[in-house]
Structure formats: C-alpha cells, structure tokens
C-alpha cells in the first residue's frame, strides 16, 4: 500500500513538475509582438528569405506592390547596405477577432556601405496589415514612409 502511494505521490510531482515547465498559450498581441521582433532579427542579418516567408502571397499595397516587388526592394536595400541596424518601437498592436491586425511602429533605420560617407540613418512610420492563416500570421499590406513626411498614409 506505501509502495502504491509513494508511486501515485511521484507520478503526482512529475505531472506538475511537467505542467510547470510548460509555455503558456501566448496571445496573439505576443504572437504579434514576437513576428515583429522575428522580422527585425532578419532584416538585420539579411536574411531576405526569412523576411518574405513572413509576407502573403496575396500581398498588396496601396504603391502598387506585390511580394515580388517586396522582395526587390529588400534585396537592392541588402545589396548597397553592407551593415543593417533597426531600433523599432511599437505604437500599438489591434487585434481583429484573432484573425487580422493592424500595428503602428516607428522604425529607426541605421546601416553602413562603401558608398562616399559610408553611413546612413532614417526613420520611418510603419502601418502594417496582418492575417492570420491558421498557422501563422503574415503581412498583407503596408504604408510607410519617412518620420516627418505628410500625405504617406
């Protein structure tokens, strides 16, 4: 009977010795939160690919660009930047019935080349458009532009 006990006490902490262990279900503003934290990491490695896995084949934006165009951009922005650096903040994350969300941030944008002086800083305002397509979430739209510009969005 002790033998029993003692197993049943065991078996008792191991269950939740497991249950502590284990993440806890993140929420799509983390999920979010966390997408764009994954798309900063690879925008400074540049690793183009990793960054237009995270976009819609379906992706369109209001300049009339698809992911093909998407994926030009990042690489003649990666061909001329020798060094990538990306200081984001995130205005606000709105999240549509777990399915859709929109997130407001400013970008500081810092990256060195071999052009005349070798270095370059901007920054600018992202409003980005996601869905979430059952398994993860990926970019539909965007509007962008400068810090300080009028009339981009």
């Known amino acids: 009977m002790m033998k029993r006990a003692s197993r049943n ?12 262990c284990s993440k806890p279900a993140v929420g799509p503003e ?9 798309g900063v990491d690879a925008a400074q490695r540049k690793d183009r690919g990793d960054i237009v896995d995270m976009i819609s084949p379906a992706y369109n934006d209001r300049r009339g660009n698809s992911r093909d165009d998407i994926d030009k951009l990042l ?16 205005e606000e994350v709105r999240v549509i019935a777990d399915t859709a969300a929109e997130v407001l941030l400013t970008v500081g ?13 901007d ?18 739209s965007a509007r962008w532009g400068q810090l300080g510009e009028d009339g981009v969005w």
């Open 75 to 90: 690489r003649l922005y990666f061909f001329r930047t020798d060094n990538v650096k990306l200081l984001e903040k995130i």
């Open 30 to 38: 983390q999920q979010i939160r966390d997408w764009v934290a994954a």
């Open 109 to 121: 944008m810092a990256g060195s080349s071999d052009n005349i002086l070798g270095f370059r800083a």
């Open 123 to 140: 920054a600018y305002k992202f409003a980005l458009e996601l869905e979430h397509d059952g398994e993860e979430w990926l970019l539909i």
């Open 9 to 20: 006490v065991l078996i008792l902490l191991l269950f939740v010795g497991l249950l502590a």
